[in-house]
Protein backbone atom coordinates (compact mmCIF):
# COMPACT_ATOMS: atom_id res chain seq x y z
CA UNK A 1 0.00 0.00 0.00
CA UNK A 2 1.45 3.38 -0.81
CA UNK A 3 0.40 6.53 1.23
CA UNK A 4 -2.61 8.45 0.01
CA UNK A 5 -1.30 11.98 -1.36
CA UNK A 6 -2.69 15.08 0.10
CA UNK A 7 -4.48 16.00 -3.29
CA UNK A 8 -6.23 12.27 -3.53
CA UNK A 9 -7.65 12.88 0.00
CA UNK A 10 -8.50 16.47 -0.84
CA UNK A 11 -10.58 14.78 -4.13
CA UNK A 12 -12.55 12.71 -2.04
CA UNK A 13 -13.34 15.43 0.55
CA UNK A 14 -14.61 17.60 -2.25
CA UNK A 15 -17.09 14.89 -3.81
CA UNK A 16 -17.99 14.39 -0.22
CA UNK A 17 -18.76 17.86 0.43
CA UNK A 18 -20.31 18.24 -3.60
CA UNK A 19 -22.62 15.13 -2.43
CA UNK A 20 -23.99 17.77 0.24
CA UNK A 21 -24.89 20.48 -2.43
CA UNK A 22 -26.21 18.07 -4.95
CA UNK A 23 -28.38 16.42 -2.25
CA UNK A 24 -27.02 12.90 -3.68
CA UNK A 25 -26.98 10.41 -0.98
CA UNK A 26 -25.77 7.30 -3.00
CA UNK A 27 -22.14 9.44 -3.40
CA UNK A 28 -22.33 10.27 0.52
CA UNK A 29 -23.36 7.25 1.67
CA UNK A 30 -20.77 5.32 -0.58
CA UNK A 31 -18.07 7.66 1.17
CA UNK A 32 -19.09 6.91 4.71
CA UNK A 33 -18.20 3.45 6.86
CA UNK A 34 -21.18 1.40 8.16
CA UNK A 35 -20.40 2.83 11.34
CA UNK A 36 -19.01 6.75 11.48
CA UNK A 37 -19.13 8.96 14.47
CA UNK A 38 -20.13 12.63 13.96
CA UNK A 39 -19.20 15.83 16.19
CA UNK A 40 -19.94 19.46 15.98
CA UNK A 41 -22.27 22.03 17.92
CA UNK A 42 -25.10 19.29 17.51
CA UNK A 43 -22.99 17.12 19.83
CA UNK A 44 -21.63 13.32 18.98
CA UNK A 45 -23.55 11.19 17.09
CA UNK A 46 -22.85 7.24 15.67
CA UNK A 47 -24.17 7.16 12.01
CA UNK A 48 -24.74 4.76 9.43
CA UNK A 49 -23.88 4.80 6.03
CA UNK A 50 -27.59 5.21 5.58
CA UNK A 51 -28.13 7.36 8.15
CA UNK A 52 -25.78 9.82 6.09
CA UNK A 53 -27.60 9.44 3.14
CA UNK A 54 -30.53 10.58 4.38
CA UNK A 55 -28.95 13.62 6.20
CA UNK A 56 -27.93 14.78 2.96
CA UNK A 57 -31.48 14.75 1.39
CA UNK A 58 -33.16 16.87 4.41
CA UNK A 59 -34.78 19.95 3.13
CA UNK A 60 -33.77 21.76 6.16
CA UNK A 61 -30.67 23.44 5.16
CA UNK A 62 -29.19 23.60 1.36
CA UNK A 63 -25.56 24.10 0.54
CA UNK A 64 -24.77 26.37 -1.32
CA UNK A 65 -21.05 26.48 -1.70
CA UNK A 66 -17.77 25.92 0.17
CA UNK A 67 -14.53 26.75 0.58
CA UNK A 68 -11.44 25.32 1.97
CA UNK A 69 -8.43 26.99 3.60
CA UNK A 70 -5.29 26.17 5.98
CA UNK A 71 -5.55 22.72 4.77
CA UNK A 72 -3.42 19.90 6.65
CA UNK A 73 -3.11 16.49 6.01
CA UNK A 74 -0.97 13.66 8.30
CA UNK A 75 -1.00 10.14 6.85
CA UNK A 76 -0.53 7.61 10.10
CA UNK A 77 -0.77 4.62 8.34
CA UNK A 78 -1.11 3.78 4.68
CA UNK A 79 -4.62 2.57 4.75
CA UNK A 80 -5.50 6.07 7.23
CA UNK A 81 -5.69 9.99 6.29
CA UNK A 82 -6.30 12.61 8.78
CA UNK A 83 -7.43 16.20 6.75
CA UNK A 84 -8.40 19.54 9.10
CA UNK A 85 -8.87 22.69 7.30
CA UNK A 86 -10.88 25.83 7.94
CA UNK A 87 -14.31 25.62 5.97
CA UNK A 88 -16.35 28.50 4.55
CA UNK A 89 -19.92 27.74 3.94
CA UNK A 90 -23.17 29.47 2.15
CA UNK A 91 -25.96 27.73 3.14
CA UNK A 92 -29.54 28.13 3.61
CA UNK A 93 -31.66 26.97 6.53
CA UNK A 94 -35.05 27.17 7.35
CA UNK A 95 -35.17 29.42 4.22
CA UNK A 96 -32.92 32.11 5.29
CA UNK A 97 -28.83 32.80 3.90
CA UNK A 98 -26.27 31.91 6.82
CA UNK A 99 -22.86 31.88 5.89
CA UNK A 100 -20.48 29.73 8.47
CA UNK A 101 -17.22 29.92 9.17
CA UNK A 102 -15.80 26.37 10.89
CA UNK A 103 -13.05 24.39 11.53
CA UNK A 104 -13.45 20.72 10.13
CA UNK A 105 -11.88 17.20 10.39
CA UNK A 106 -12.14 13.90 8.76
CA UNK A 107 -10.66 10.61 8.96
CA UNK A 108 -10.57 8.25 6.29
CA UNK A 109 -9.74 4.93 5.86
CA UNK A 110 -8.85 2.88 2.80
CA UNK A 111 -11.85 0.68 1.81
CA UNK A 112 -10.96 -1.76 -1.28
CA UNK A 113 -10.01 0.64 -3.78
CA UNK A 114 -11.44 4.16 -2.31
CA UNK A 115 -11.82 6.04 0.89
CA UNK A 116 -14.34 5.87 3.38
CA UNK A 117 -14.98 8.29 6.16
CA UNK A 118 -14.87 7.34 9.41
CA UNK A 119 -15.01 10.50 11.91
CA UNK A 120 -15.74 14.06 10.90
CA UNK A 121 -15.80 16.85 13.33
CA UNK A 122 -16.95 20.74 12.71
CA UNK A 123 -16.43 23.31 15.14
CA UNK A 124 -17.71 26.49 14.70
CA UNK A 125 -14.89 29.14 14.39
CA UNK A 126 -14.64 31.65 16.97
CA UNK A 127 -13.41 32.38 20.55
CA UNK A 128 -11.74 29.10 22.33
CA UNK A 129 -13.15 29.95 25.31
CA UNK A 130 -17.17 30.40 23.99
CA UNK A 131 -16.93 33.99 24.88
CA UNK A 132 -18.99 35.03 22.11
CA UNK A 133 -22.28 33.05 23.31
Do not use: C
Not at 31 to 49: F, P, Y
Not at 81 to 94: G, K, M, S
Not at 105 to 125: F, K, N, P, Q, Y
Amino acid sequence: MTMATEQEILDVEHEYWDSMISKDSAVATRLTAERSIITGAQGVSEVTSAGIGEMVQSDAWTLKRYAFSEVRMLTPTPDTAILAYHVTEELEVDGKPLTLEANDSTVWMRSGDGWISVLHTESVAGDPFGREQ
